[in-house]
T-cell receptor
């Protein structure tokens, strides 16, 4: 059983379309992070959400933490080819032990 | 720029031949992590150091060992690599009690 389930697993869309990626768990977390990983590179931190119901925006990316702090979503508006990558949610589960979600591989076609 | 450096970026080793991957950081973070990431999968935590305190994940094979001689450096030793150990190995750092990790570019290990 995965601690963090992400959906969809794979997503291929045309440039300019909108999309939403989900990260779900049955556990409650004090915070949750989103990372993007490009092929052949390490993950890069995008955002940390800590408050239930919190919404953070990073240019065309909107992150939301669920009210119960069990889930999160990432919405991308007007996707661009540069958004292509593996999107990972992660939590610090037991103190300095980070666990990643199952990942969403996004391809944006020009 | 403060960063996490991994060497080499690509490593080829033979089945059963010990290999060491290295990681260094200029962030002065006291926590360092090693992850294994196989193709199209999420990174999987192998172990982490909190200062010099080593913390092994329960399902990390004994074949994997680590050393942290000082704050800046951490090594991953694979004693007898198998074909199933071919993967990207990621090093990361964080400050204690911080939610955020900083990753190196990874070392891609091939086992022939």
């Amino acid at each position: 059983t995965q601690l963090l389930e992400q959906s969809p697993q794979f997503l291929s869309i045309q440039e300019g379309e909108n999309l939403t990626v989900y990260c779900n768990s049955s556990s409650v977390f004090s915070s949750l992070q989103w990372y993007r990983q490009e092929p052949g590179e390490g993950p890069v931190l995008l955002v940390t959400v800590v408050t239930g119901g919190e919404v953070k925006k990073l240019k065309r990316l909107t992150f939301q933490f669920g009210d119960a702090r069990k889930d999160s979503s990432l919405h991308i508006t007007a996707a661009q080819p540069g958004d292509t990558g593996l999107y990972l949610c992660a939590v610090d589960y037991t103190g300095n032990q980070f666990y990643f979600g199952t990942g969403t591989s996004l391809t944006v076609i020009p | 720029d403060a960063m996490v450096i991994q060497n080499p970026r690509y490593q080829v080793t033979q089945f059963g031949k010990p290999v060491t991957l290295s990681c260094s950081q200029t962030l002065n973070h006291n926590v360092m992590y090693w992850y294994q990431q196989k193709s199209s999968q999420a990174p999987k935590l192998l172990f982490h150091y909190y200062d010099k305190d080593f913390n092994n994940e329960a399902d990390t094979p004994d074949n994997f060992q680590s050393r942290r001689p000082n704050t800046s450096f951490c090594f991953l030793d694979i004693r007898s690599p198998g074909l199933g150990d071919a993967a990207m190995y990621l090093c990361a750092t964080s400050r204690e009690s911080s939610y955020e990790q900083y990753f190196g570019p990874g070392t891609r290990l091939t086992v022939t």
